[in-house]
């Protein structure tokens, strides 16, 4: 028998995943990470010294208690303008380096620990195809940017509709392809393995340890693939192909996403919200948001900007409401997901990484407060994302430039 047709054979003798869970039994916890690629104006974002709310955070007033924000926070290291956008959820620093090489992002460690019984152990999602560096913020072990999602019509139908007789044996033949490419692989890695000297083993280790996980992944595939779909009451949406109205595009991703994780489709979601290139369907915008960003401190454009941002802001107001909305045991959806929103620019006009803008929100933390750090000697990002990964259950005390938890962020 050949690898291929045991891993096809070995579902039968594997314990399956759980598809369900008993009425008293909590809901899972998930994570939503959502990077604002061009960042926010600090004058609008961040509260005045002695305030905890801002002319942005105004507009999240109707969910107060429910969220945290930060300042004086940033990834040490991580510069290089808008390259920094790929490095948000990993942390690897001088992205804008020809040497640079990324590394392993917050999402996938949390989908490695706690997706594994979803049928997508991660979704990557991006309301927009573009030319930058932040259409996806996942990222793998081995430093590849995961591509993301950009229809939603293709997003519904991998969540929602169940795939034809003839789409289904397609997708077996692709997980088979995939199984006779890792025998390949694993024979001339073997070989190999001989010849390998001695400091060289534990990279060919790890190299086996990875082709075990996507053994595990391709089974998993096989088991999923002959499960039932849940079922929404929600018509599958159209494509907007306007794509100056990323406004639009948010909130309908936004509705996905809260579908994808209340049937437990996935708990790890990642999504950007990228309005590279684009004049925003906005009342009042007449220019591209790149290049408002860039307004050299000129009222006009600072206006324009605003309109956008704030209307980025209600449309993630409106994300939170609809969490808050789906009662779950022992809480809300939005109680059992952590919400990340920020971004790795913290002034796009001056391409500062420094000072990012950041909102925590659910995820079962105590609420209601806004963290003020050194804004000149910042605290690393990384803190509270070991804060998030012990809060979901995950038993670490390091990640990237990490130097401990987060100090104020409270279960």
Same mark, same amino acid.
């Given at each position: 028998?050949?690898?291929r047709?045991?891993?096809?054979?070995?579902?039968?003798?594997?314990?399956l995943?759980?598809?369900?869970r008993?009425?008293?039994q909590?809901?899972?916890?998930?994570?939503?990470?959502?990077?604002v690629p061009l960042g926010m104006?600090p004058?609008?974002?961040?509260?005045?010294?002695?305030?905890t709310s801002?002319?942005y955070?105004?507009?999240?007033?109707?969910?107060?208690?429910?969220f945290s924000?930060f300042?004086?926070?940033?990834?040490p290291g991580?510069?290089?303008n808008?390259h920094?956008g790929?490095?948000f959820?990993?942390?690897?620093?001088?992205?804008?380096q020809?040497?640079?090489?990324?590394?392993?992002?917050l999402?996938?460690?949390?989908?490695?620990?706690i997706?594994?019984d979803t049928?997508?152990?991660? $979704?990557? *999602?991006?309301?927009?195809k573009g /030319?930058?560096?932040?259409?996806?913020?996942?990222?793998?072990?081995? %430093?590849? =940017? !995961?591509?993301?999602?950009?229809s939603a019509?293709r997003?519904?139908?991998r $969540?929602? *509709?169940?795939?034809?007789?003839? /789409?289904?044996a397609a997708t077996?033949?692709?997980?088979?392809?995939g %199984?006779? =490419? !890792?025998?390949?692989?694993?024979?001339k890695?073997r070989?190999?393995?001989?010849s390998a000297?001695?400091q060289d083993?534990?990279?060919?280790?790890q190299y086996f340890?990875s082709?075990?996980?996507?053994?595990?992944? !391709?089974?998993?595939?096989?088991?999923?693939?002959n499960?039932?779909?849940?079922?929404?009451?929600?018509p599958?949406?159209k494509d907007?192909?306007?794509a100056?109205?990323v406004i639009a595009r948010s909130?309908?991703?936004f509705?996905?996403?809260?579908?994808a994780?209340?049937?437990?489709s996935?708990?790890?979601?990642?999504?950007s919200l990228s309005t590279f290139?684009?004049?925003?369907?906005v009342?009042?915008?007449?220019?591209?948001?790149?290049?408002?960003?860039h307004h050299g401190?000129?009222?006009?454009?600072i206006?324009e900007?605003?309109?956008?941002?704030?209307?980025?802001?209600v449309?993630?107001?409106s994300l939170?409401q609809s969490?808050?909305?789906?009662?779950?045991t022992?809480?809300?959806l939005?109680d059992?997901t952590q919400?990340?929103?920020g971004s790795?620019?913290?002034?796009?006009?001056?391409?500062?990484?420094?000072?990012?803008?950041l909102?925590l929100?659910?995820?079962?933390f105590k609420?209601?407060?806004h963290?003020r750090?050194d804004e000149?000697?910042?605290?690393?990002?990384a803190n509270l994302f070991?804060?998030?990964l012990?809060r979901?259950?995950?038993?670490?005390?390091?990640?990237a430039s990490?130097?401990?938890?987060?100090?104020?962020?409270e279960i």
């Open positions: 028998m050949n690898r047709h045991f891993l096809r054979a070995a579902g039968a003798c594997l314990a995943p759980s598809i369900g008993a009425a008293d909590l809901p899972s916890r998930r994570l939503l990470a959502i990077h104006m004058a609008f974002f961040f509260p005045k010294t002695g305030e801002s002319a955070l105004h507009l999240l007033a109707a969910h107060k208690g429910h924000t300042a004086g926070i940033s990834h991580v510069d290089g808008h920094a790929q490095c959820l990993t942390g690897a620093p001088h992205p804008g020809p040497t640079f090489r990324n590394s392993l992002s999402d996938q460690l949390v989908a490695e620990k997706g594994l049928r997508f152990q991660s $979704l990557a *999602v991006s309301v927009r /030319e930058h560096y932040a259409d996806s913020i996942a990222v793998s072990r081995s %430093g590849v =940017v !995961l591509p993301s999602e950009t019509e997003l519904y139908r $969540l929602f *509709v169940a795939g034809t007789t003839e /789409e289904k077996m033949r692709r997980i088979e392809a %199984g006779s =490419v !890792l025998d390949l692989i694993l024979d890695a070989r190999l393995e001989k000297a001695p083993r534990e990279r060919l280790d340890q082709v075990r996980e996507l053994e595990g992944r !391709l089974q998993r595939n096989i088991e999923w693939e499960r039932p779909k849940p079922k929404v009451d929600y599958q949406p907007i192909a306007d100056n109205e909130k309908l991703m509705d996905l996403i809260r579908l994780l209340q049937t437990d996935t708990r790890v979601v990642t999504l290139s684009v004049v925003p369907h009342p009042g915008v007449k220019n591209e948001t790149h290049g408002l960003t401190n000129e009222p006009e454009k206006a900007l605003r309109k956008i941002e704030e209307a980025q802001m449309a993630f107001a939170l969490l808050r909305d789906v009662n779950e022992g809480g809300t939005l059992h919400v990340l929103y790795c620019l913290g002034n796009a006009n001056s391409h500062s990484n420094q000072n990012l803008p909102i929100a659910g995820g079962g609420h209601g407060g963290h750090f000149q000697n910042n605290k690393p990002l070991v804060s998030m012990q979901l259950g995950i038993e670490v005390d390091k990640f990490s130097t401990g938890s987060m100090t104020g962020v």
